[in-house]
């Protein structure tokens, strides 16, 4: 059975749910998942998890991400982004200085009230659902972390594939999970007075994975050993250290117990066994070592 975890560069059109489904044909492998919705105008870094794999999606996805944004000034539409209806156009007069100061206000912990046009729930119902029936319902504001905001040049936002049209300036953002960079975008337009929302998006860094380790959904597709583009379900933990058990600590871990680790620091390890092989994500403490989650084959 295929395990472990490929980049896909998702194209735009596609939902991150259309990958997955795609790929459930390509490995033959109904564990399929992903971590990190990207939204079908968008492009980047889609890290999908196979098999065994899947158990890592809910440390993945909770992950900083990166991205390359186009933000056109001077238009707001219903969905944040230039797919939506246009609902106001204005003038822009603002420089790069004005810019540059209307971003420090975004920058580190701030509140964000989730767009309409979102999958976020309401009563049972998404909100995009009602939105579409012309229902807008109160939203309260979500705490995000933008940790790194800053504008792009022109001719490294072009190596990304984003390109310039009237009003659009381009922004790289680094920022917690359950950030909407559409409403990021807007609410950068509404600081500067002129309006704004998101006229590209392009992922290129996400769980620890940049652009330059994904592949393209075609190539995956045509592959004639598309498993062979699999990583190894570990390398999402590489910010945690590595240790390697004995015979008699591996039995405990693969047990559901717990293995002695005398003068281990306390924390999360990467937790090996015989042979080099990946056995869990672990915590250290007190002595004992003790099985997160595990990635053997029961």
Known sequence: MPNGIIIIDKPTGWTSMDICAKLRGVFR???????????????????????????????????????????????????????GEVLE??????????????????????????????AI????????ELARKGVEVERPPRPVT??????????????????????????????SKGTYVRTLCHDIGQALGCGGCMSALRRTWACGFSSAAAHGLEEAVQAADPAALLLPVDTC??????????????????NGGAASSPGLPDGEYRVYGGGGAFLALGRAGGGLLTAIKSFFEV
């Open 146 to 175: 933008i940790r790194a905001l800053a504008l792009l040049p022109l001719e490294e936002a072009r190596a990304e594939g984003l390109s310039q049209e009237a009003g659009d300036v381009f922004l790289r953002i680094t920022c």
């Open 121 to 128: 729930k309401r009563d049972g119902k998404k909100l995009y």
């Open 89 to 118: 156009t204005r003038p822009v007069r603002t420089g790069r200085a004005e810019l540059e100061a209307a971003l420090a206000a975004f920058r580190g912990d701030i509140l964000q009230i989730p767009p309409m046009y979102s």
């Open 237 to 254: 933990f590489q910010d945690r250290p590595a240790v390697a058990l004995p015979p008699e600590g591996e039995r405990r871990i693969r």
């Open 29 to 83: 492998e109904r564990r399929i998942g992903h971590a990190g919705t990207l939204d079908p105008m968008a492009t980047g870094v889609l890290p999908v998890f196979v098999g065994r794999a899947t158990r890592a999606v809910e440390f993945a996805a909770v992950s900083d991400k990166t991205y390359v944004a186009g933000l056109r000034l001077g238009v707001i539409t219903n969905t944040q982004d230039v797919t």
